[in-house]
């Protein structure tokens, strides 16, 4: 699986869109990118994943760059809550041993103050 | 679905003891992963069953951990002797893996402390 790079931390303040980027430059074309976040003291939680097109759900929204090399978490409207770390993961799906292998980085600390 | 339940949720130890931690993982779930997080190595994936067997085991650290997942509903990892060295927060995981997505729901974690 594609090796992922994630600044160490960024602020946000509260009520603002937090942008979360990741590079993958090495990503294959059957691999997806997920993004998870650990809320502190937490298990890991899942926010949204795609292939090549913007995706968006209740948590977050994903805009994936045309080349695939790049991509940035959004989060909308960012609260005290949303502080947490996020991980950006590419991971295939076609199958073979890492069907299903989330393999976790160090990921980018979000702190959302007031 | 009460969600992946972990128990214990702390466990404090004795060098040598045998300490076994326990994963309930989602119903109708048929992966389960095994992971252990610590300040120096984050998020470390120690093994990954599909259908109840073992496909991926490569990161158990070493013959003092052992995994088994006898049936659908329960998992468990177990060390034998623990050292010091292992204290850590130990995560359980499941997903339903049906070919395209992965989302994997986690338990609360363990966290063990060996003295």
């Known amino acids: 699986d594609a090796k992922t790079t994630q600044p160490t931390s960024m602020d946000c303040a509260e009520g603002r869109a937090a942008n979360l980027p990741c590079n993958h430059s090495t990503i294959s074309g059957n691999e997806y990118v997920y993004w998870y976040r650990q809320i502190h003291s937490q298990g890991p939680q899942y926010i949204i994943h795609?292939?090549?097109n913007n995706e968006t759900n209740e948590m977050a929204s994903l805009i994936i760059t045309e080349d695939r090399k790049s991509s940035t978490l959004i989060l909308p409207h960012a609260t005290l809550r949303d502080t947490a770390v996020y991980y950006c993961?590419?991971?295939?799906?076609?199958?073979?041993?890492?069907?299903?292998?989330?393999?976790f980085g160090q990921g980018t600390i979000l702190t959302v103050h007031p | 679905d009460a969600g992946v339940i972990q128990s214990p949720r702390h466990e404090v130890t004795e060098m040598g003891q045998e300490v076994t931690l326990r994963c309930k993982p989602i119903?109708?779930?048929?992966?389960l992963f095994w992971y252990r997080q610590t300040m120096m190595r984050g998020l470390e994936l120690l093994i990954y069953?599909?259908?109840?067997?073992?496909?991926?085991d490569s990161g158990m650290p070493e013959d003092r951990f052992s995994a088994k997942m006898p049936n659908a509903s329960f998992s468990t990892l177990k060390i034998q002797p623990s050292e010091p060295r292992d204290s850590a927060v130990y995560f359980c995981a499941s997903s339903f893996d049906y070919g395209r997505f992965t989302e994997a729901f986690f338990g609360q974690g363990t966290r063990l402390t060996v003295v």
């Open positions: 069953f599909n259908n109840n067997v073992p496909i991926d």
């Open positions: 993961i590419v991971l295939r799906n076609a199958g073979g041993t890492s069907y299903g292998k989330l393999t």
């Open positions: 119903s109708g779930h048929n992966s």
């Open positions: 795609g292939l090549k």
